[in-house]
């Protein structure tokens, strides 16, 4: 059976996000309060804007999103193993490609999320590396929830998410055999071109 990352899961379920119509700050001091701040900008640019087109959920999210995930960290790790022969001006071409997927999977895919599509945060774990872990769930219609485990590590910004394990898939270690494989066929050139297509075919609905 084809692992399913969590956006897949999820496709069926100023630096402010709006929370019961008003404004909230993007708070990401401790690691539950980046993913409390994740959640409430996912609601609010669903609930708040209900009528809202693809674009202005991508820019409602975009804040939240950047503030919330260490996605050049994320990008890097991906290419782990080639990005120390990649030129600089490519580096930062394929870190604003995967940027942009980033955010426009979460405004394409988290359309119709309310309040009572996430679940309360069950635990916060530290581990010996310094990094956080914080357990909750996705709920979804005549199906069992999906459970979720974030991966944050501290950074000048707070603490961001760095990978997502849903029902015992890594987001992360799927997106690296992805990008591994089509690096390997079109090199750097060929993945940013693959980003940015699967983005544009996200914008096209």
């Known amino acids: 059976m084809r692992r399913r990352s969590f956006f897949s899961f999820c496709a069926t379920a100023g630096l402010l ?13 401790t690691p539950t309060a ?5 959640q409430q900008g996912l609601i609010g640019a669903a ?14 999210l975009e804040p939240v999103i950047l503030a919330t995930h260490d996605l050049s960290y ?6 782990r193993r080639q990005w120390s022969s990649i030129a600089e001006p490519d580096r930062q071409r394929f870190v604003a490609a995967f940027q942009r997927l980033s955010i426009m999977t979460y405004a394409a895919r988290f359309k119709s999320v309310g309040k009572d599509t996430f679940r309360a945060i069950t635990a916060e774990l530290a581990d ?4 956080a872990r914080v357990s909750t769930a996705v709920a979804r219609a005549s199906q069992a929830n999906v ?3 974030y991966l944050l590590k501290r950074s000048d910004r707070g603490w961001q998410i760095i990978n997502i394990v849903a029902d015992g898939v890594s ?4 997106k690296r055999a992805e990008y591994q494989r089509v690096f390997a066929s079109g090199g750097i050139a ?3 071109a693959e980003l940015e297509s699967q983005t544009q075919r996200l914008s096209e609905g």
């Open 17 to 29: 996000v709006l929370v019961d119509g008003r404004a909230a700050e993007l708070a990401t001091d």
């Open 147 to 149: 459970t979720l485990e």
């Open 47 to 60: 609930s708040e804007r209900p009528t809202a087109t693809l674009d202005e959920r991508y820019r409602l």
């Open 190 to 192: 060929g993945l940013i």
């Open 171 to 174: 987001d992360l270690a799927l």
């Open 128 to 131: 010996s590396s310094g990094r």
């Open 34 to 38: 980046t993913i409390e701040t994740l």
């Open 74 to 79: 994320i990008a890097e790790f991906a290419l």
